[in-house]
């Protein structure tokens, strides 16, 4: 059992604010004709290098969870892919594969919205495979094994549209495929809407407990968990999602109820429980990243001791 870090390192400064320690380089496509070719490689270097400093600081805190940023390598499918593809960066990613493997971390991603493989646009769902398969690629040179203990996550995308996800999934390549995972999401997938697509796949579901508080379906929390950890498969513990409303959020519109808080206040007993047995993984997605996590650690030690 694990609690899993989102992407970040942070620390608050002077004035309370969260700083990421880690910094991640991007690139913007209005500039794209003015980068350097060495530019861009040595972006996508220092990128390795970051992602690198953030798992073996999570080490050194006892995180064996880790989600790696989806943005390691911007812009990739706009450049040469030698400037991605290419012996040096093989030669730093088999050195994170390495710790990654020594450390026994588990590690996955969650490429963004606009990743929707049930697009009703085929030039939105070519671009959203051309986006898995690289994560697909990327896990492959990280030396991960092809299957969703390291996974790579998204959502359901365009609602009502389960054939054409279906058949989306069926387009990926088998290294991206074998990893792929589906998360219910606030609006358009409930557990329920995306059980049968998991079953017709064998894609199994990560279970966001907050998104379901939002857009529950047919289940109860005890219910929907159940369901999503039997699409998992035999030996692989399910990865699950824990967060919670900003405070001042929690009795407004749908819009605000879906921000993150900074912390975790309300640890849900479905998923604690379930943590607690050794049952599942879950990552924290609070803003505060890794002090979100040691908050939970303090709070668990207090419980312990009453």
């Known amino acids: 059992m694990a609690l899993g870090l989102c992407c970040e390192w942070v620390e608050a400064d002077g004035r309370g604010r969260l700083v990421n320690q880690v910094v991640q380089k991007s690139l913007q496509l209005g500039r794209l ?154 609006f358009a997938y409930s557990v329920d809407d995306l059980l049968p697509v998991c079953r017709t796949t064998g894609v199994p579901l990560v279970f966001d407990v907050h998104h379901h508080s939002i857009n529950p379906g047919q289940l109860n929390p005890n219910e929907a968990l159940a369901a999503a950890v039997t699409t998992w498969p035999q030996g692989v513990r399910p990865t699950t999602h824990l967060s919670n409303s900003r405070p001042e959020n929690r009795e407004a519109s749908v819009g605000k109820r879906r921000i993150h808080s900074d912390y975790i206040d309300t640890f849900h007993p479905v998923l604690k429980r379930a943590h607690d047995a050794g049952l599942i993984d879950i990552e924290v997605e609070a803003k505060a990243k890794n002090l979100a996590i040691a908050a939970i650690g303090r709070m668990a030690a207090i419980q312990a001791v009453v």
Not at 72 to 95: G, I, T
Not at 129 to 144: A, C, K, N, S, T
């Open 33 to 186: 004709t003015t980068y350097a070719e060495d530019h861009i490689r040595s972006t996508y270097l220092a990128n390795i290098t970051g992602l690198l400093d953030l798992l073996r600081r999570a080490a050194a805190a006892d995180i064996l969870f880790v989600r790696i940023s989806s943005s390691l390598f911007p812009l990739f499918d706009k450049v040469p892919r030698y400037l991605w593809d290419n012996e040096e960066v093989h030669a730093q990613l088999k050195v994170v594969g390495e710790f990654i493997a020594a450390k026994r971390l588990r590690v996955n991603t969650h490429p963004g919205q606009f990743v929707v493989l049930s697009s009703d646009n085929d030039s939105v769902v070519r671009k959203s495979i051309v986006e898995l398969d690289f994560h697909g690629w990327l896990f492959d040179r990280l030396g991960l094994p092809q299957t969703p203990y390291y996974g790579i996550n998204v959502h359901g995308g365009k609602g009502g549209r389960s054939d054409q996800l279906i058949r989306g999934i069926a387009g990926l390549s088998e290294s991206a495929r074998r990893r792929l995972t589906l998360e219910n999401d606030e």
